[in-house]
């Protein structure tokens, strides 16, 4: 089978990982990288010689590139996924996939109708941890899922160009979503721009899922210590998730709460059941690995991946609804844009308010 051609776009933080899994891939080719800054490329040509960097992705076109991973800033995305796309090329695009739902859902329907892969760098959904965590939720081990708390703070790293809840929470909601297969009833948010007017560095997001299930989601950039943690609240058991821990990511408590038969209105005499703490197992493989080896298997499957351009649609949905619950209304949030334009310094966040 010949290898599929794929190209890098960014290559800061993240880009540099996907990279790394790419190059792994006995199916895959990857043929150029592209940067803007001149020490990223010249990085990328002391560690792979064999890969030719560019500043200008549009070389890619000319080189039979069929694919590429794009991880650039977030206002970059929508410009270049669709650049991609109409120049008849696979994507794959870190999260979100887009600053707006208009966006995001002309690059589903791009995608669509030239019969191309689109996928969104939601690489929780393919972290081990996580679907062990889908697994004993499916089985039905916790019972019915009262309410989820996830948590994802740290200090930093300030973006210029979005908020901390499009920086962050995209993990979070592609959780939730993933888990209870479901998309929430109602999504509101509270927030405070702490240190730049405007720029909201600590959110909260509540969300309320069908059949009673609530969500809630703490993000911030203002923590002295970095947590990642996940509690699940069933009517049979309690799951926490603690995606910093070195061991026992998961930890299932046979705990619970049952109300004792009571004649009175306010009666709540219960009993509280405290069994055992266990930990699941899981074998361990990089997420990220898993994600690339998925994106490379539907391109040359002819396959939906998992974390489609839909599903990158979904969490943008939620993001936008929790944006505008914390602005008040779409016209402040894009009059806040309008106004800082260090906000509008990329192309594709101009295109966007223009
Ligand atoms: N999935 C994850 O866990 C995860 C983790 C970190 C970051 N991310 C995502 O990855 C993306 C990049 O984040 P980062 O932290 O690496 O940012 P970064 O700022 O460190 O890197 C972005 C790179 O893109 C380059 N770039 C910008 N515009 C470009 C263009 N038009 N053409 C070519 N290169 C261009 C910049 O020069 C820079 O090197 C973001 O969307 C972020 O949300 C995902």
Redesign the pocket.
């Known amino acids: 089978m010949d290898k599929v051609r794929v190209g890098v ?7 540099p ?1 996907l990279l790394r899994n790419l190059v792994s891939l006995p199916t895959v080719q990857v043929v150029a990288v ?4 001149d020490q ?1 490329l010249q990085e990328v040509k002391n560690s792979y010689p064999q890969i030719t960097v560019t ?3 549009h070389d890619f076109f000319e080189m039979g590139v069929q694919a590429v991973a ?5 206002a ?2 929508f ?2 996924a669709k650049d991609c796309l109409e120049h008849g090329v696979h994507v794959m ?4 996939l887009a600053l707006n739902s208009a966006d995001a859902e002309l690059l589903v329907d791009i995608a669509e109708q030239r019969g191309l892969t689109l996928m969104v ?4 959904e393919y972290n081990p941890a996580v679907r062990k965590i889908k697994e004993i939720i499916d089985s039905g081990e916790l019972g019915k899922i009262h309410y989820i708390n996830s948590t994802r703070v740290n200090l930093g ?1 300030f973006q210029n160009s979005l908020n901390v809840m499009w ?1 962050l929470a ?2 979070d909601i592609s959780i939730l979503l993933y888990l209870l297969g479901e998309e929430p009833v109602t999504v509101t948010a509270e927030g405070n721009a702490s240190v730049f007017e405007g720029l909201h560095d600590i959110a909260h997001i509540h969300m309320k899922f069908p059949n009673n299930t609530l969500a809630h989601i703490h993000v911030s950039w203002l923590s002295p210590i970095k947590t990642r943690q996940m509690v699940i609240v069933g009517s049979e058991k309690m799951l926490v998730y603690d995606d910093v821990a070195l061991t026992d990511k998961i930890r299932i408590f046979d705990k619970g709460v049952e109300p004792l038969p009571g004649n009175e209105l306010y009666d709540v005499r219960c009993n509280y059941r405290y069994g055992d703490t266990t930990t699941p197992h899981f074998d361990w493989v990089e997420p ?1 690995r898993v994600e690339c080896e998925h994106y490379i298997e539907s391109i040359v499957n002819g396959t939906r991946p998992h974390s489609d351009g839909a599903s990158g649609l979904r969490v943008v949905q939620v993001l936008e609804s929790a944006d505008r619950s914390l602005y008040g209304s779409e016209e402040r949030l894009q009059r806040m844009l309008m106004a800082d334009p260090m906000r509008l310094k ?2 594709g966040a101009r295109a966007r308010f223009p």
């Open positions: 776009i960014g290559i800061g933080y993240w880009g990982h592209a940067d803007r800054m990223r500043k200008d992705y794009i991880a650039t800033p977030p970059t995305h410009p270049i695009v870190e999260k979100p760098g939601h690489t929780y790293l920086d995209p993990h990220l990329s192309d």
